[in-house]
């Protein structure tokens, strides 16, 4: 899966992702987006006044974080989890905090923002 910007599956700025009140707070939700051969798999994660999204790719793996039940978030709701290996990240920064990625790795960005009650790509 290509998660870079020139990735021609990444949806253009001012996409409309879905509304606001479609993600519970905390709560998270993931999209996908295919063009030709390329793919591009996002989230976004909203806790209270924050609303960040990043790019579907584990840093250490490669592979999406939600595996088969399409959860990003840990029981608690606190941090974002790898289903693949347990990493778990923050959701503020996506800095890795726990697993077998190196605590420097970081999730890869996804600038998301709310226009009219609506998430879009930023």
Not at 23 to 28: Q, R, V
Not at 41 to 66: I, M, N, Q
Not at 94 to 109: I, N
Request: glycine share 14%.
């Amino acid at each position: 899966m290509r998660d870079a910007e020139d990735n021609p599956a990444r949806p253009p700025t001012g996409t409309v992702l879905c509304g606001l009140d479609e993600i519970a707070s905390p709560g998270s939700k993931g999209f996908r987006w295919r063009e030709g051969d390329a793919m591009f798999a996002g989230f976004v994660v909203r806790k209270g006044e924050t609303l960040v999204g990043y790019v579907d790719s584990c840093p250490h793996a490669g592979w999406p974080l939600a595996g088969f039940a399409g959860r990003y978030l840990t029981r608690d709701n606190d941090l974002i989890l790898c289903a693949g290996h347990a990493a778990l990240f923050r959701i503020e920064d996506g800095g890795c905090v726990a697993g077998p990625c190196p605590t420097s790795a970081r999730l890869t960005p996804w600038p998301v923002t709310v226009r009219d009650g609506q998430i879009v790509t930023a």
